[in-house]
């Protein structure tokens, strides 16, 4: 009688165990992956810089650091070419008045990555900054992910996101903080994973139970 009770203890906790793994893992195969976290920490504009000598006014091009990163636990992300766009504000509904694509690249879980690079300007007619004023720029990026877990890769998901970038009279971005771009679109990811976390669980209750 004691084996017996110990052996329907020991599988009862044994279905417990497997029900608590089957549960963590479908939380992390079916959880709708985290889109990576895109900012501006570094954007210089040398024709706006009027603390320095004459020859930054004829400088056309724009110095921008960019940090990508990746909060996922378990996925990596392969980024298609990445499309920066820049506006000056004053003629936002007008042409960009520079644009940069940087390649494709993977990235591992948890990783952070910059690009730093510099964009060349066209056509733009930038105002004098006074003593203490900004003018702004808006930065809009573009491009599509594929989140990798261990052997298996989703299909290409749209990342469109973009800031503002303040601009002061040495040509620097005014924040001293990294400007996050954001998406104005509603985001629906929490009810996605809900929807999958509730599909995971019934196949889990139909097969094991």
Known sequence: MADSRRGGCCGSCFSLISLAISITLSYWLFKTPSKPSCSIHAFYVPALNHTSNSATATNTTIYFDLKLENRNQLKGVYYDPITLTIYYVPNVTSVPIA?????????????????????DTRGADFRTVSNGSVVAFRVDLATK????????????????VRALVEVNDRGEKAEKKGIKLKSGAPELERHHFRVRLLVALGVFFFVFI
């Not at 644009?99 to 964009?119: D, I, N, W």
């Not at 992910?145 to 469109?160: D, H, I, P």
């Open 145 to 160: 992910l594929r989140f990798k877990t261990w052997w298996w890769k989703t299909g290409r998901k749209n990342l469109a």
């Open 99 to 119: 644009s940069y694509t940087v390649p494709e690249f993977y990235q591992g879980l948890r990783k952070t990555t910059h690009r730093r690079e510099l964009a």
